[in-house]
């Protein structure tokens, strides 16, 4: 049985490992950083491990080319595999709830979304329209959904937990060149494949971080809420759950290196979210605030980079990254993409040895 070695720990790592490792392949997951809990994780030392730091949730984007068609299969894919893991093991950090959308200068694919094609063409369970006296002010369209929310402290250790319990293996390691990996010695023997799920890309130039700062907050709230304004900033909230508080955000932040929090923004996300929707504020009309959080979401122009590449003559990576913002929300879909590329190369592999086999017969 080949030895597949995944690269990262994050939701996409975690999620395609345990994948694999469902179709009996052998599977070793290295990474620098893994899932802790976030009463105890260091904000500065793991900014770059983006998966603690999400909402993170599912939310309903109307694709309108072949690419954002790929990715809305992903989310459906991964809704529905959200929906059965939640009924097998309701530890795991996973949310059903509903999901609300405000748009103040709605696009022409919002526009014409009808609830029939919500529901039958894209999939979309308990859609509905919003009236006009249903939105808040300012805001020209709105809709809700049933969808998700996971606490991400508790989803990314429940799969972890999983992994090594079905037998997988961890290895806490810093990689500079997914190529290295090849030249170590691991208790399962050497790494036939690794797959790529380390977000960054390794030099890929069309690899960027988009900053994020949002605030955690201890209100609780029945929905998660998105609301685009008009000048392109986005006012939401994410539901964790699992006494995990409530994301309040959120900035989206191209090439931002900065790590510190703003106490200004802050001000302004609690603000714009408490107008938008007033009803997380409960009696005393307040927030209770826990935390500043700053991400950096490892964003690709061009999107996802989900393909094999040949390395050093007859080495194989799968690549599994650039996810930006969407990597929960799109996870299982691109763990299924990962199988589909191992399976090609391993079936190509095989017939190729095989080949190599029959000319030194004859």
């Given at each position: 049985?080949?030895?597949?070695v995944v690269?990262?720990?994050?939701v996409?790592g975690?999620s395609t490992?345990?994948?694999?490792?469902?179709?009996?392949?052998?599977?070793t997951i290295?990474a620098?950083?893994?899932?802790?809990g976030s009463?105890?994780?260091?904000?500065?030392?793991?900014?770059n491990?983006?998966?603690p730091w999400?909402?993170a949730?599912?939310?309903?984007v109307?694709?309108t080319?072949?690419?954002?068609?790929?990715e809305h299969a992903?989310?459906?894919?991964?809704f529905?595999?959200?929906?059965?893991?939640?009924a097998?093991?309701?530890e795991?950090?996973?949310t059903?709830?509903?999901g609300?959308e405000y748009?103040?200068?709605p696009?022409d694919a919002?526009?014409?979304?009808s609830?029939?094609?919500?529901?039958?063409?894209?999939g979309?369970?308990?859609f509905r329209?919003?009236?006009k006296g249903?939105?808040?002010?300012?805001?020209?369209w709105?809709?809700?959904?049933e969808?998700?929310?996971?606490?991400?402290?508790v989803?990314?250790?429940?799969?972890?937990?999983?992994?090594?319990?079905?037998?997988g293996?961890v290895l806490r390691?810093?990689v500079r060149?997914?190529?290295e990996?090849f030249?170590?010695?691991?208790?399962?023997g050497?790494?036939?494949?690794v797959v790529?799920?380390?977000?960054?890309?390794?030099?890929?130039?069309?690899?960027?971080i988009t900053?994020?700062?949002?605030?955690?907050?201890?209100?609780t709230c029945?929905?998660?809420?998105?609301?685009?304004?008009?000048d392109?900033?986005w006012?939401?909230?994410v539901?964790?759950?699992?006494?995990?508080?409530t994301i309040?955000?959120?900035?989206?932040?191209?090439?931002?290196?900065?790590?510190n929090p703003?106490p200004?923004?802050?001000?302004?996300?609690?603000?714009k979210?408490a107008?938008?929707?007033?009803?997380?504020?409960?009696?005393?009309?307040?927030?209770t605030?826990?935390?500043?959080?700053?991400?950096?979401?490892?964003?690709?122009?061009?999107g996802?980079?989900?393909?094999k590449?040949?390395v050093?003559?007859?080495?194989?990576?799968?690549?599994?990254?650039?996810l930006g913002?969407?990597?929960?929300?799109?996870?299982?879909g691109?763990a299924?993409?990962?199988?589909?590329?191992?399976?090609?190369?391993?079936?190509s592999s095989?017939s190729?040895?095989?080949?190599?086999?029959?000319?030194a017969?004859?």
């Amino acid at each position: 049985m080949p030895h597949i070695v995944v690269l990262g720990a994050g939701v996409i790592g975690l999620s395609t490992a345990l994948n694999l490792q469902s179709s009996n392949h052998t599977v070793t997951i290295v990474a620098r950083d893994f899932p802790s809990g976030s009463e105890t994780i260091d904000a500065q030392s793991q900014i770059n491990y983006t998966s603690p730091w999400g909402g993170a949730h599912n939310r309903l984007v109307p694709p309108t080319n072949a690419s954002e068609e790929r990715e809305h299969a992903m989310s459906l894919r991964t809704f529905d595999h959200m929906r059965a893991v939640q009924a097998r093991h309701p530890e795991a950090g996973i949310t059903f709830m509903k999901g609300i959308e405000y748009l103040e200068a709605p696009g022409d694919a919002y526009r014409a979304l009808s609830e029939e094609r919500a529901k039958t063409e894209l999939g979309m369970r308990g859609f509905r329209l919003l009236g006009k006296g249903e939105l808040p002010e300012g805001v020209e369209w709105g809709c809700e959904y049933e969808t998700w929310c996971v606490n991400p402290m508790v989803y990314c250790a429940f799969l972890l937990r999983r992994f090594v319990i079905l037998g997988g293996k961890v290895l806490r390691r810093e990689v500079r060149d997914p190529r290295e990996i090849f030249a170590w010695g691991f208790e399962a023997g050497a790494a036939d494949v690794v797959v790529n799920a380390s977000g960054i890309g390794f030099g890929d130039e069309k690899v960027f971080i988009t900053r994020g700062q949002t605030c955690l907050v201890a209100n609780t709230c029945p929905a998660t809420v998105t609301r685009q304004n008009a000048d392109g900033s986005w006012t939401f909230c994410v539901p964790r759950n699992f006494d995990g508080g409530t994301i309040i955000g959120g900035t989206k932040e191209p090439n931002n290196w900065d790590p510190n929090p703003s106490p200004e923004v802050r001000e302004t996300l609690l603000r714009k979210f408490a107008a938008t929707y007033p009803q997380i504020l409960g009696r005393d009309g307040k927030f209770t605030v826990m935390k500043d959080i700053v991400g950096r979401r490892p964003t690709r122009k061009g999107g996802i980079r989900l393909e094999k590449e040949s390395v050093d003559g007859n080495k194989t990576i799968i690549h599994a990254y650039g996810l930006g913002g969407r990597g929960y929300e799109l996870s299982w879909g691109v763990a299924d993409g990962v199988a589909r590329l191992l399976a090609e190369h391993l079936e190509s592999s095989t017939s190729w040895y095989n080949a190599q086999a029959g000319e030194a017969k004859l």
